[in-house]
C-alpha cells in the first residue's frame, strides 16, 4: 500500500502561488523536490499541470486530475483523486504537487507533508495550501537554511507526519 505525501512551498500566511505561478523561486527547494519525486508517481491539477515550463516532469509519472477529456501529453488522466489513486496500488509513495484545490481535497488522504517553509509573506497571492497546523500532523524533521545569494529568503525543509 503507498503513501500519500504533499510536497509544496509555503508563506508565513500559507501562499503557494499567484496567477497559476510559484511565489518562491528557491534553487535547494526545486533541488529538493526532485530529489523527493523521482522515480515516483506525481498528481497534479490540470493547472498545474500547465504551468509546467516544460511540460511533463521526467523520470516520474505525471497524472493529472481532469473531469474533462484532454490530452496533457506525458500524462495519465484521471476523474478523480480516487480513481488516480487506485492507480497506485503497488507504489511506494505517490506526491500531490498542486495546486490549491487539489491539496485541500487531498489533505484528508495524506500521510505526510514535505513543506519548504519559507520566512516571508507575499504582497500578491491567489492561490494557498490548507491549514495544517493543529492537533493531527507532528513535525519531525526540520532543516533550517539561511538566505544567500541564490535565495532570497530565509526557509526551513519540514516533514510533518499524520499522527496515527
Known sequence: MYKVAMIAAVAENRAIGNNNE?????????????QLTTGHTIIMGS??????????LPNRRN???????????????????EEALKSCANEETVYII????????????????????VKNTPEKADAFFP???????????REE????????????FTTYTRKR
Request: charged residues 30%.
Open 22 to 34: 510559484l511565489i518562491y523561486w528557491l534553487p535547494d527547494d526545486l533541488k529538493r523536490f526532485k
Open 63 to 81: 497524472v493529472v486530475l481532469s473531469r474533462k477529456k484532454i490530452a496533457f501529453p506525458g500524462a495519465e488522466v484521471f476523474p478523480s483523486l
Open 131 to 141: 491549514e495544517w497546523r493543529g492537533g493531527e500532523w507532528c513535525e519531525t524533521e
Open 145 to 156: 537554511r539561511c538566505k544567500d545569494e541564490k535565495h532570497a529568503f530565509d526557509f526551513a
Open 47 to 56: 493547472n498545474t499541470f500547465r504551468s509546467l515550463p516544460k511540460g511533463a
Open 98 to 117: 498542486g495546486g490549491e484545490q487539489l491539496y485541500s481535497y487531498a489533505l484528508p488522504f495524506a500521510d505526510i507533508l514535505y513543506l519548504t517553509e
